[in-house]
C-alpha cells in the first residue's frame, strides 16, 4: 500500500510533526510537508492530492481538527487519523461523528504509527470509489452515492486536485484530474475549451471570441481549443 498512498499531516507542535513526517518516510511513504494550522491544513489538503491524512485534534487557536476532519469526509471523502493526546468524552463523541478510520494516541510509538496505518490502508483499499459505467458517473459524497447521467452534465470544471462536476441543478465534487476524467468518460460529446474546462457538446447553443454557452452558463473559450470546439459542433449539426 505505501506506492498508493500520499499521506498528509496537520499538527500544530512542530517536534511531533516532524517525528512523523521523518518516521513515515523511513518507513517507505510519500509524505506531504507537514501543515501547523487550520488554515495551512485546509491549504494542503486543497492543493495536494492526499489519500490519507494524520490530523491533530487540538490545532491550538482558531478551528480544530474536527473541522478539517469534517471538511475531509463530507467534501473530499478522503480517510484520515485523529491524533489525540487527552480528550475529554464530549471531545471524541464529536470527533467520532467525522468518521476517521483510526486514532493515534501521544505519546505514539513507531509500530502504533504502523498499525494505526494498517487500519486505514485496509480501509482505504475497501471503500468505494467514483466508477463509470454506460452512460453514468457515480460520485460518492460522504456516505451517499450520486448516479449522475452523462447526458446531464453541461460542462466540468478543473479545481486543484479535483473536478467540478455541473448539471442543471446540481454540482458534484470528483477527486479526478480533468484529464482523466476526459478518459474515463470515453465520449466524443465531451471536449475541452480551456485547460481547466471540459462541455458537454450536446447543450452548447452558442459561441463567443472568449466563451462558450453551455446552459445558462458561460463557459471559458481559449484559443487553443477554439478550433476543436467549432470543429466538433459543426460535425454535430
Same mark, same amino acid.
Given at each position: 500500500?505505501?506506492?498508493?498512498?500520499?499521506?498528509?499531516?496537520?499538527?500544530?507542535?512542530?517536534?511531533?510533526?516532524?517525528?512523523?513526517?521523518?518516521?513515515?518516510?523511513?518507513?517507505?511513504?510519500?509524505?506531504?510537508?507537514?501543515?501547523?494550522?487550520?488554515? %495551512? !491544513?485546509?491549504? &494542503?489538503? @486543497?492543493?495536494?492530492?492526499?489519500? =490519507?491524512? #494524520?490530523?491533530? *485534534?487540538? $490545532?491550538?487557536?482558531?478551528? %480544530? !481538527?474536527?473541522? &478539517?476532519? @469534517?471538511?475531509?469526509?463530507?467534501? =473530499?471523502? #478522503?480517510?484520515? *487519523?485523529? $491524533?489525540?493526546?487527552?480528550? %475529554? !468524552?464530549?471531545?471524541?463523541?464529536?470527533?467520532?461523528?467525522?468518521?476517521?478510520?483510526?486514532?493515534?494516541?501521544?505519546?505514539?510509538?513507531?509500530? %502504533?504509527?504502523?498499525?494505526?496505518?494498517?487500519?486505514?490502508?485496509?480501509?482505504?483499499?475497501?471503500?468505494?470509489?467514483?466508477?463509470?459505467?454506460?452512460?453514468?458517473?457515480?460520485?460518492?459524497?460522504?456516505?451517499?452515492?450520486?448516479?449522475?447521467?452523462?447526458?446531464?452534465?453541461?460542462?466540468?470544471?478543473?479545481?486543484?486536485?479535483?473536478?467540478?462536476?455541473?448539471?442543471?441543478?446540481?454540482?458534484?465534487?470528483?477527486?479526478?484530474?480533468?484529464?482523466?476524467?476526459?478518459?474515463?468518460?470515453?465520449?466524443?460529446?465531451?471536449?475541452?475549451?480551456?485547460?481547466?474546462?471540459?462541455?458537454?457538446?450536446?447543450?452548447?447553443?452558442?459561441?463567443?471570441?472568449?466563451?462558450?454557452?453551455?446552459?445558462?452558463?458561460?463557459?471559458?473559450?481559449?484559443?487553443?481549443?477554439?478550433?476543436?470546439?467549432?470543429?466538433?459542433?459543426?460535425?454535430?449539426?
Amino acid at each position: 500500500m505505501k506506492a498508493k498512498f500520499k499521506i498528509g499531516i496537520v499538527e500544530d507542535e512542530v517536534i511531533i510533526a516532524q517525528n512523523l513526517f521523518e518516521l513515515l518516510s523511513e518507513l517507505g511513504y510519500d509524505v506531504a510537508e507537514p501543515a501547523c494550522n487550520y488554515e %495551512d !491544513g485546509l491549504e &494542503l489538503i @486543497k492543493s495536494t492530492t492526499l489519500d =490519507l491524512v #494524520i490530523l491533530d *485534534i487540538r $490545532l491550538g487557536k482558531g478551528p %480544530d !481538527g474536527i473541522a &478539517l476532519g @469534517k471538511y475531509l469526509k463530507e467534501e =473530499l471523502n #478522503i480517510p484520515f *487519523i485523529y $491524533l489525540t493526546a487527552n480528550a %475529554d !468524552g464530549d471531545t471524541v463523541y464529536i470527533a467520532n461523528k467525522t468518521s476517521p478510520v483510526a486514532y493515534l494516541t501521544k505519546p505514539f510509538s513507531k509500530n %502504533d504509527l504502523i498499525a494505526a496505518i494498517e487500519i486505514a490502508s485496509y480501509k482505504f483499499v475497501s471503500r468505494p470509489v467514483p466508477v463509470m459505467e454506460a452512460g453514468f458517473v457515480h460520485i460518492k459524497n460522504g456516505d451517499s452515492v450520486h448516479k449522475i447521467s452523462i447526458d446531464d452534465i453541461l460542462y466540468v470544471e478543473s479545481d486543484h486536485v479535483h473536478v467540478k462536476i455541473y448539471t442543471d441543478q446540481n454540482s458534484y465534487v470528483h477527486r479526478s484530474s480533468l484529464q482523466q476524467f476526459l478518459t474515463d468518460l470515453n465520449s466524443a460529446d465531451f471536449v475541452r475549451t480551456h485547460r481547466s474546462y471540459l462541455v458537454n457538446l450536446q447543450h452548447v447553443t452558442g459561441f463567443a471570441k472568449q466563451h462558450v454557452k453551455v446552459g445558462n452558463y458561460f463557459v471559458p473559450l481559449s484559443r487553443s481549443y477554439n478550433s476543436i470546439i467549432q470543429y466538433y459542433h459543426s460535425k454535430k449539426d
